[in-house]
């Protein structure tokens, strides 16, 4: 008896394919297939949902070997940025944390000190991928061409695409509000995170900082800032609003004073130069003050408020209730507050006395929207924090999109808002009434764990991703591509055109490479990785040593690339030898371009746009690429995955409980590769019992000896429908339908055959190899180790697809009647919970598969004409028109669905009443009970009036 170790019989077959370098690929006269999946960031261990994406290359890659095609799988790290910088720090600094999470993956104890230098994380965690995950988990890569983005030999390719995209114009220097680190320098802010470890959906906000002149009996004229998004609502102030217990930074610039919380204060030294703290004053020392509202030049009192936010904006807030939902309900809570009035030397006459000032008409809405919205929402009190946030989305959207300005907005009145806006915030910008600051919507850690701030950079370097005649090249390029889903094919457009400038570079002490137009600064890591594949192509030669740093000169990539300069003449200049610079570039013409990109749905807007768009910028349309499959996530019981809620075990952990391939299959079988799919350990062990069945029943089908039977021809043809539909999923990168046909389908229709007395031991062979063949792609140890107990020779991941013949139709609709005549008795039985004594079938009459031969062959949902037709054919049956005419015009309903498969199955000419009643001694053991056949026309006994509703392929059924 076959027994099943997994992880004896994993490292077997990886000891077998590494030792054969399966995965090995050189150029030859098959048709190729190039496939990556996108670096994974060096960031330390990684967790189970991870090896989601990397297995799905895998399969696609093996699935592609067993087509026929010569395929390319490399593999390689992302270690551009600051994540192994931190993660050096920590370890340098003792991190107890961080050590413990070393030790709790099995880090070696040696290993540990050597993980205080940058680049020894990176050699170490390059290794961990390699061994402990990727090979761990099966995969046929070239690992000759291993490539990380911090190695010499890819800086160099580096510097020479930003040398080309600098000769294209697409390079430019501008001032820049950079997002920043103040330990590690500017960080990029998006989905991928990759160089934050919290904030990545925040987005840069730009406020509009009104100067109110206050009188503080300073030498300098004194300012209190704030902030607003909403600079045209300047109309409408009508008070101002401090936190009396909040103490407020005093900043110079030498020429005035500006009054901000201490958390603003720190945000403007960032960005504007030469400020000095001059002082501080509390917030209840500026309560009954006046100052002057810029823009509409009115004096306003200063009023408490506790809704001050000393970290949003600067801490103060110019109040306008027309349209600021919480502005209406503070200035109406303190309205009734005398206690409040009176402990703060308020004049109440003055409280009592603001009224909110109309300023934009907007749809749906009255003068005064903060007012109404308020009333209808119910909102009673500050308090009502989730209210009032909903409440000022709505009006603040409605005035956006809607508004207009009202009489009382002097030059901007009846002018939309939209453009109202823009005015009000340069007139007062250009007046000195207004100053600008840039800020984060949500807070942003770096990975090093400081706050992330924005920071003004004068001389920074851009890519131009706005240029339109780039934009547009890119769009016509992804329209021919094959990108999976099909949402994301749908909406890159849209991503594309809303592409601007990126910055490309930063400061600091960061891995990457030195930008080569200037080298203070280091290319960023999303705009280091958009061409890297095609490097892939060349990382074999410089592993091995034939290309060395110094030989790869732009000269050198010119040639190999893109075919410029004579061979003889790169030669010369790089010192390699024609040969060699002719084999390289062989290669890269055979194997570019790339067939698929294949990464997590955070790339869809950021890194696979710059990937499509560097490629057409740099290479010709021949290299351009041919795909991308973002896939979803694996994640934990509601959230991302954590140790708490299971999944965030050491991957090597995990393959050695589970099973490799029982987890390679939960990545394909558990959910659509675009879905988010919940860890679930259960059912990771439910596929491991499954697989361990079908090493059970492929032992049981080399033990049955046999011939020729009744039902062979019917599973020869389940067989060639299986092969066709994992064929078809495949195609479309529909893992989950593949595996559904290959694990549950397959074997399913394996034990149905056995069920029904066959015994072909012939056809239970080839049976069993293109299981074995259709299983390899997923579950490749389990396949190998059932390949070699078949006897076959060799490799099963290097066989072709089964050959098999197509399918047969009548075979399969007669015997797939059987089936689900039996499911309906089933379902019967189930519902009436009868122990049958006696079950009587009645097929269809002729006329009824006449009738739905004449719906199928015409198309036609319109039931008049083929009840005309088929009365004028059958005279006989004008006395029972009516029962015609309802079957025709139900089955005509649903003409248009009847097609493909299931009308051939319909149609395929099936001797009903014949083939069931062969059948009877089988029926008749399974239900322990007499078994009768009719026609439905022959007179026959009937006594509940149950022949009536025989239909072609689904007799009627009476059970006593």
Request: aromatic share 10%; hydrophobic share 40%.
């Amino acid at each position: 008896m076959m027994t099943y170790e997994h992880s004896i019989v994993e490292k077997k077959w990886q000891d077998r394919w590494a030792e054969a370098k399966l995965g090995e690929a050189e150029p030859d006269g098959r048709e190729k297939f190039f496939l990556i999946f996108a670096y994974p960031g060096v960031s330390g261990y990684l967790h189970v949902g991870h090896m989601r994406g990397f297995t799905y290359s895998d399969i696609i890659c093996r699935y592609k070997r067993m087509q026929g095609y010569n395929v390319l799988f490399p593999v390689g790290s992302h270690a551009t940025g600051n994540v192994s910088v931190t993660f050096a720090k920590k370890v340098k600094d003792g991190d107890p944390m961080w050590l413990q999470y070393l030790r709790d993956n099995r880090c070696p104890e040696e290993e540990i000190p050597k993980l205080a230098e940058s680049d020894e994380v990176v050699r170490f965690f390059n290794e961990v991928y390699v061994e402990d995950y990727w090979k761990r988990f099966g995969f046929l890569a070239d690992w000759r061409r291993f490539a990380t983005t911090v190695s010499s030999g890819y800086k160099r390719f580096i510097q020479w695409q930003f040398l080309c995209l600098h000769e294209q114009g697409l390079l430019v220097q501008k001032p820049y509000y950079a997002t920043f680190c103040p330990a590690c320098g500017p960080v990029a802010v998006d989905a991928s995170e990759t160089d934050i470890s919290q904030g990545g959906g925040a987005e840069k906000q730009e406020y509009t900082l009104l100067k109110f002149k206050i009188d503080l009996g300073e030498a300098l004229p004194t300012y209190i800032l704030a902030a607003t998004l909403r600079p045209e609502t300047v109309y409408g102030q009508t008070n101002f609003w401090a936190d009396p217990g909040l103490e407020y930074v005093k900043l110079s610039d030498g020429k005035e004073i500006w009054l901000v919380s201490k958390e603003a204060a720190e945000k403007l030294r960032y960005q504007v130069d030469g400020l000095e703290q001059v002082g501080t004053i509390m917030g209840s020392e500026l309560l009954g003050k006046w100052c002057l509202a810029p823009g509409v030049e009115r004096d306003i009192p200063i009023l408490p408020s506790v809704f001050c936010d000393p970290d949003v904006g600067t801490g103060l807030v110019t109040s306008v209730p027309s349209d600021a939902p919480v502005d209406w309900i503070a200035l109406r809570d303190l309205q009734r507050d005398e206690k409040m009035c009176t402990k703060y030397g308020l004049d109440r006459d003055v409280v009592q006395g603001i009224e909110p000032i109309p300023i934009i008409k907007s749809k749906g809405y009255g003068p005064l929207p903060a007012l109404e919205i308020c009333e209808r929402m119910g909102i009673e009190s500050q308090a009502d924090e989730a209210k009032l946030d909903e409440a000022k989305k709505e009006v603040y959207k409605l005035g956006f999109h809607t508004g207009v300005m009202m009489e009382n907005a002097g030059p901007y009145a009846n002018m939309r808002v939209e453009e109202a806006k823009e005015r009000m915030k340069e007139a007062m910008l250009e007046a000195g009434n207004a100053l600008v600051m840039h800020d984060l919507s949500e807070e942003v850690l770096c990975r090093c764990g400081a706050r992330v701030v924005v920071k003004r950079i004068d001389d920074q370097w851009f890519i131009r991703y706005s240029d339109e005649e780039w934009t547009k090249k890119s769009k016509d390029a992804a329209a021919e591509m094959n990108i999976r889903p099909r949402e994301f094919y749908d909406n890159l457009p849209g991503t594309l055109d809303w592409f601007q400038e990126r910055a490309c570079v930063r400061m600091g002490s960061w891995l990457g490479t030195r930008f080569p137009l200037d080298d203070k600064w280091i290319i960023e890591p999303i705009s280091d990785s958009t061409l890297y594949p095609i490097y892939d192509l060349i990382a074999k030669y410089v592993n091995s040593g034939e290309v060395k740093e110094e030989n790869m000169v732009p000269a050198f990539f010119d040639h190999v690339y893109l075919g410029k300069c004579t061979v003889e003449e790169v030669a010369r200049e790089t010192g390699l030898s024609v040969n060699l610079l002719d084999r390289i570039r062989k290669d890269v013409d055979y194997w570019y371009p790339l067939d698929i990109n294949l990464g997590g749905k955070e790339h869809m807007t950021v890194h696979f746009p710059v990937f499509l768009m560097n490629h057409v910028a740099l290479l010709p349309k021949a290299k351009w690429p041919q795909g991308i499959f973002a896939h979803w996530y694996i994640v934990g019981k509601g959230s991302k995955i954590s140790k708490s809620k299971g999944g965030a075990e050491p991957i090597p952990d995990a393959a050695e409980h589970f099973g490799v391939d029982a987890m390679r299959l939960f990545y394909c079988n558990s959910g659509s590769p675009f879905v988010d799919v919940e860890w679930d350990e259960g059912l990771v062990m439910t596929y491991k019992g499954r697989l361990e069945k079908l090493l059970s029943l492929i032992e049981q089908l080399g033990d049955i000896e046999g011939g020729e039977g009744p039902v062979d021809g019917w599973l020869e043809s389940r067989l060639a429908l299986h092969v066709a539909a994992v064929e078809d999923a495949m195609d479309a990168f529909d893992l989950r339908k593949a595996t559904n046909a290959v694990y549950i389908d397959l074997p399913a229709d394996i034990r149905w055959y056995l069920k029904r007395g066959g015994k072909n031991a012939e056809l239970l062979a080839r049976s069993s190899q293109t299981l074995v063949l259709l299983m390899s792609p997923f579950t490749p140890h389990l396949a190998e180790e059932m390949w070699e107990a078949l006897g076959r020779k060799g490799f099963v991941s290097m066989e072709p697809l089964p050959d098999v013949e197509g399918p047969d139709g009548t075979t399969l609709a007669a015997e797939d009647l059987l089936r689900s005549t039996m499911e309906d008795i089933n379902q019967i039985l189930k519902v009436t919970r009868i122990q049958p004594k006696r079950l009587v079938l009645y097929t269809a009459p002729p006329w009824k598969h006449t009738a739905l031969r004449m719906v199928l062959d015409s198309g036609d949902t319109n039931p008049g004409p083929i009840i005309k037709r088929l009365l004028n054919e059958e005279p006989t049956l004008k006395r029972n028109g009516k029962a015609v005419s309802q079957y025709v015009s139900s089955i005509a309903k649903d003409a248009r669905k009847l097609v493909g498969q299931v009308a051939e199955a319909l149609l395929a000419p099936v001797d009903e009443k014949a083939y069931l009643q062969a059948t009877i001694p089988f029926l008749e053991k399974e239900y322990g009970c007499t078994v009768e056949i009719y026609g439905a026309e022959e007179g026959m006994e009937d006594p509940a009036n149950k022949a009536r509703h025989a239909a072609p392929r689904r007799p009627a059924i009476y059970v006593e």
